[in-house]
């Protein structure tokens, strides 16, 4: 297991790969997960969405079934709780999405391409990209990420 220390550096080299701030990627880690690498959430909204009758649903294991997929796309995982439906939109083609919270590394990379695309969407307004990134539920998120931001600046 990771302790704090190891999972901040991972998170400053993941946004300096995907060039955002490193104290914005560690407030979102600390606001979503408390650090907890292996955190995850259901997103009872998506579940009901995906399993709307007709809506095509991409198995990406041979191993798994349908409902299997639709239960990993409808969690949030990890350090930056990336959607897993967001990350198949990215095209993240792990098997298992539960790879984003085991792999701390890989969660990271993920949840930094996801803000990287949310900042692209905003016009470089971060907090337009936070409130995305949130999916928009919290007026308060984008605010709230920037105070902890300022401990990791």
Known sequence: ???KAELIELARLAAATWGLDAAVVCAVCE???SWNPLETHFEPGWFEQLTKPGQK???HSPVKDRIT????LSLSWGLMQVLGVTARDLHCAEPWLAA???DPALGLEWGCRVFRDKLEHSAGDIRVALL???GGGDRNYPGTVLEIAKKYA
């Open 132 to 134: 995305k990134y949130n």
């Open 100 to 102: 984003l919270a085991a």
């Open 1 to 3: 297991m990771h302790d």
């Open 31 to 33: 606001h979503e997960s």
């Open 57 to 59: 649903v991409a198995v």
């Open 69 to 72: 997929e639709i239960a990993e």
